[in-house]
């Protein structure tokens, strides 16, 4: 079928899988090193183009960003969120251990939901949202960003993907869902297993969902009173008890990795790019409008959400039959605007938390806690800079995210601001032990954090009369 708004054009064959070419696999290691060349090549195409996201199945990358404005305003019949249409399901392409199947596998939240139930599950949300104190927030998260520094400080290097980015923002998390002590110590072990993307993904997400249950039960009982959980139970006639679990499933895994690796990429731009820490000595930038620019040009989540195709629709001129699966290129959309116009610091319509009615809810808060974490770091270690040469640093090989792997930084060594204990946790779970900052482990090994009742967790749940800067120290 044709529709004018896409383009139409005369419809080419579809073709086999053999005709997409190495530079559109993007889960090829080959791909992340340059992603800005493989997507001028896709563009050749026109605004959407042939991918595989992982051995075997293909997508249809929307590269364009008024053509993802399009789509994702589109109340026709043209697309679907319900992923449970991708007919690659059907055909058995998509391993069930793999991260496509962790991405795109459907669930009953207003991620993949519609129409009036999309917005029953969305407006509890907007509202518990809405009543978040920002400003405890940022200080409970710049607090607990000092102690992470801390931790590394006398050591005079850091892995900062692993021991500061991904640790920070579930650390916040845990005090908007009212985790218990055993809980926010088991939550970024059940992340890693998720992330990984192995064996034990599947009975990691389980792992996730029972803990996110038995919070939502502790709140209902009146034992705990995290603020995000506190007002979904507000809305306790609206959700249902199962609803109001899956929502914080859905936020924990669609907010703490992004915002991790939004943490993780800005640092990399001001350590890689001269004018832009030059720029942010002379005080020409804030680092809100580093955290900006980076969500045009590189931002965390590139290639999502996913939609599916309900109907045969040509594109401009690329057909993509009923029951593809579609992904906003919110990467390379975001990022040829930015090579169009430079660096569009002071623009803000960068399509990175998404368009339309599915706009992300928590954009806000997202940003407070990179810009908390990327500012408090920056001000801690003044001349951070990079420990390996630039053209060394790793990306994931993620067909869905721009994530860094590692990122390996040096800085003039100091003594902690205050002491940093790691009692001893012999023969417990991994997630009791020690993690010392500073080490060189791989990232996807190093979430943990320290035991429980040290350092940064201990001071992020407790009392904040410690001051939210070096002077209230």
Request: charged share 25%; net charge negative; aromatic share 6%.
């Given at each position: 079928m044709v529709d004018e708004r896409y383009g139409g054009g005369e419809a080419q064959p579809v073709g086999g899988a053999h005709e997409v070419p190495p530079y559109a696999r993007l889960y090829d290691?080959?791909?992340?090193?340059?992603?800005?060349?493989?997507y001028e090549r896709l563009r050749a195409g026109g605004r959407v183009a042939w991918v595989e996201i992982e051995p075997g199945v293909r997508a249809v990358l929307v590269?364009?960003?008024?053509?993802?404005?399009?789509?994702?305003?589109?109340?026709?019949?043209?697309?679907?969120?319900?992923?449970?249409?991708?007919?690659?399901?059907?055909?058995?392409?998509?391993?069930?251990?793999?991260?496509?199947?962790?991405?795109?596998?459907?669930?009953?939240?207003?991620?993949?939901?519609?129409?009036?139930?999309?917005?029953?599950?969305?407006?509890?949300?907007d509202?518990?949202?809405?009543?978040?104190?920002?400003?405890?927030?940022?200080?409970?998260?710049?607090?607990?960003?000092?102690?992470?520094?801390?931790?590394?400080?006398?050591?005079?290097?850091?892995?900062?993907?692993?021991?500061?980015?991904?640790?920070?923002?579930?650390?916040?998390?845990?005090?908007?869902?009212?985790?218990?002590?055993?809980?926010?110590?088991?939550?970024?072990?059940?992340?890693?297993?998720?992330?990984?993307?192995?064996?034990?993904?599947?009975?990691?997400?389980?792992?996730?969902?029972?803990?996110?249950?038995?919070?939502?039960?502790?709140?209902?009982?009146?034992?705990?009173?995290?603020?995000?959980?506190t007002g979904l139970l507000a809305s306790s006639d609206t959700l249902r008890h199962e609803e109001i679990v899956a929502?914080?499933?859905?936020?924990?895994?669609?907010?703490?990795?992004?915002?991790?690796?939004?943490?993780?990429?800005?640092?990399?731009?001001?350590?890689?790019?001269?004018?832009?820490?030059?720029?942010?000595?002379?005080?020409?930038?804030?680092?809100?409008?580093?955290v900006h620019h980076v969500l045009w040009a590189r931002p965390p989540i590139a290639h999502y959400p996913p939609l599916v195709a309900r109907r045969d629709t040509v594109v401009d001129g690329v057909t993509i039959p009923r029951g593809t699966l579609v992904l906003l290129g919110l990467g390379p959309a975001g990022h040829r605007i930015h090579q169009a116009h430079g660096r569009p610091l002071h623009n803000r319509a960068y399509p990175a938390f998404g368009v339309g009615e599915h706009r992300c809810p928590a954009d806000r808060h997202a940003l407070a806690i990179a810009q908390t974490a990327v500012t408090t770091l920056l001000r801690e270690l003044p001349d951070l800079r990079l420990a390996v040469p630039a053209d060394q640093v790793t990306w994931r090989a993620s067909p869905f995210a721009r994530a860094l792997y590692r990122l390996d930084v040096e800085f003039t060594p100091r003594s902690p601001s205050f002491p940093v204990s790691h009692p001893a946790q012999k023969g417990g779970p991994g997630w009791q032990q020690p993690q010392p900052f500073g080490n060189s482990r791989p990232a996807p090994t190093s979430t943990a954090p320290s035991p429980r009742g040290s350092g940064a967790w201990a001071r992020l749940f407790g009392s904040r009369s410690r001051g939210t800067s070096r002077r209230g120290r």
């Open positions: 290691q080959a791909f992340h090193v340059d992603p800005d060349a493989a590269l364009d960003y008024d053509l993802i404005l399009v789509i994702s305003r589109d109340a026709s019949d043209t697309w679907t969120r319900r992923t449970s249409r991708w007919s690659a399901w059907s055909a058995g392409l998509v391993r069930p251990d793999s991260e496509t199947a962790a991405m795109v596998a459907q669930r009953p939240n207003m991620l993949f939901a519609e129409g009036p139930e999309h917005r029953r599950l969305r407006a509890p949300v509202t518990a949202l809405r009543r978040i104190d920002m400003r405890e927030l940022q200080a409970r998260v710049e607090q607990a960003a000092m102690d992470l520094i801390d931790r590394c400080a006398e050591h005079g290097r850091a892995e900062l993907v692993g021991e500061y980015a991904v640790v920070l923002p579930l650390m916040a998390m845990s005090w908007l869902f009212g985790l218990d002590e055993m809980e926010r110590w088991r939550l970024p072990d059940i992340m890693r297993r998720i992330w990984d993307a192995d064996g034990d993904a599947a009975r990691a997400a389980d792992d996730l969902a029972r803990l996110m249950d038995s919070t939502v039960r502790r709140h209902s009982r009146g034992h705990a009173s995290g603020p995000l959980t929502t914080l499933v859905l936020t924990v895994g669609a907010g703490s990795q992004p915002a991790a690796n939004l943490i993780a990429n800005t640092v990399y731009e001001i350590v890689t790019d001269p004018q832009v820490r030059d720029d942010l000595r002379t005080s020409a930038l804030r680092v809100p409008d580093v």
